[in-house]
């Protein structure tokens, strides 16, 4: 079992940043796969961005080159660094693990509760 618990939301301008932070416990970290992923209102959820055991990374294209997904080890931490937030990127943002690789598709098996962004212009 898995739990996660994400943190860092909250409401900025556009062009700001934020970073969101997700505790992991419950099993043996590094051997899963992880992942952000977005829910905006009345549309589906949509993959971000995520990491594998070998510190792969995959992006969407919509965040590359603004977002940053990267994880501490040592702390099981899994992060998200976000800037140069846009209108677009207003959602409630959950981190995400399984043992399987899904990269971005919403297939995981272990999710947080989510974290609220909203950016305004």
């Known amino acids: 079992q898995v739990q996660l618990v994400e943190s860092g939301g909250g409401s900025v301008q556009a062009g700001g940043s934020l970073r969101l932070s997700c505790i992991v416990s419950?099993?043996?970290?590094?051997?899963?796969?992880w992942a952000w992923l977005r829910q905006a209102p009345g549309k589906e959820r949509e993959g971000v961005a995520s990491?594998?055991?070998?510190?792969?990374?995959v992006y969407a294209s919509s965040v590359k080159g603004r977002f940053t997904i990267s994880r501490d080890n040592t702390k099981n931490v899994l992060y998200l660094q976000m800037n140069s937030l846009k209108p677009e990127d207003t959602a409630m943002y959950y981190c995400?693990?399984?043992?399987?690789?899904?990269?971005?598709?919403?297939?995981?098996?272990?999710w947080g509760q989510g974290t609220q962004v909203t950016v305004s212009s």
């Open positions: 419950g099993d043996t970290y590094i051997n899963s796969y």
């Open positions: 995400a693990a399984d043992r399987r690789n899904w990269e971005l598709q919403p297939d995981y098996k272990y």
């Open positions: 990491i594998d055991n070998d510190d792969t990374l």
